[in-house]
T-cell receptor, first 115, second 110 residues
């Protein structure tokens, strides 16, 4: 089975801190995604990547950046955490090509609280 | 902007009953997917239906798609307490991104 692993289940940070959320997948997937999930708003796409060193902005990239130095790892970076970035962050991956938006595999999520 | 909207927002039923939730979307699609999320966890892919399909089955799940009405329904038959979760539809829409709805929270009482 595909496994998508997010480094932390719960994280508490201070306003202004630089925050790294790590995601690793073990199925050699080309495509990786970062979403945030907030009550009443569903899942919103922050950034995605279709290849190593490649990144594309999603719907809400402001305040975030990403890094994909290796195929299996996709990191989300909050340059200067703010309280409105308190949320559940979900990483996902999928296989290549024309099926890139089909059957996403999700990690368990990281609940980030910014105080 | 939201592509998919689920209805109802919440649903409570007894074990053994069927659960039906609906998804409406705005633009043409290539496929529509349903995902399940247990409380505080990641999403799990349930089923994908393509735009040229009208109905699809997987175990106790039945999905229908009506492209003329831009809507889909997910039916869970003979519900179990373990089916308690949130259910999301997701569509690819007119962009190269997958857009998720806000979900239906299903509670199945023993």
């Amino acid at each position: 089975d595909v496994k998508v692993t997010q480094s932390s289940r719960y994280l508490v940070k201070r306003t202004g801190e630089k925050v790294f959320l790590e995601c690793v997948q073990d199925m050699d997937h080309e495509n990786m995604f970062w979403y945030r999930q907030d009550p009443g708003l569903g899942l919103r796409l922050i950034y995605f990547s279709y290849d190593v060193k490649m990144k594309e902005k999603g719907d809400i990239p402001e305040g975030y950046s990403v890094s994909r130095e290796k195929k299996e790892r996709f990191s989300l970076i909050l340059e200067s955490a703010s309280t409105n970035q308190t949320s559940m962050y979900l990483c996902a991956s999928s296989s290549q090509g024309g099926t890139r938006n089909e059957k996403l595999f999700f990690g368990s999520g990281t609940q980030l609280s910014v105080l | 902007s939201q592509q998919g909207e689920e209805d109802p927002q919440a649903l409570s039923i007894q074990e053994g009953e069927n659960a039906t939730m609906n998804c409406s979307y705005k633009t043409s699609i290539n496929n529509l997917q349903w995902y399940r999320q247990n409380s505080g966890r990641g999403l799990v892919h349930l089923i994908l239906i393509r735009s040229n399909e009208r109905e699809k089955h997987s175990g106790r799940l039945r999905v229908t798609l009506d492209t003329s009405k831009k809507s889909s329904s997910l039916l869970i038959t003979a519900s179990r307490a373990a089916d308690t979760a949130s259910y999301f539809c997701a569509t690819d829409g007119s962009t190269d991104k997958l857009i998720f709805g806000t979900g239906t929270r299903l509670q199945v009482f023993p």
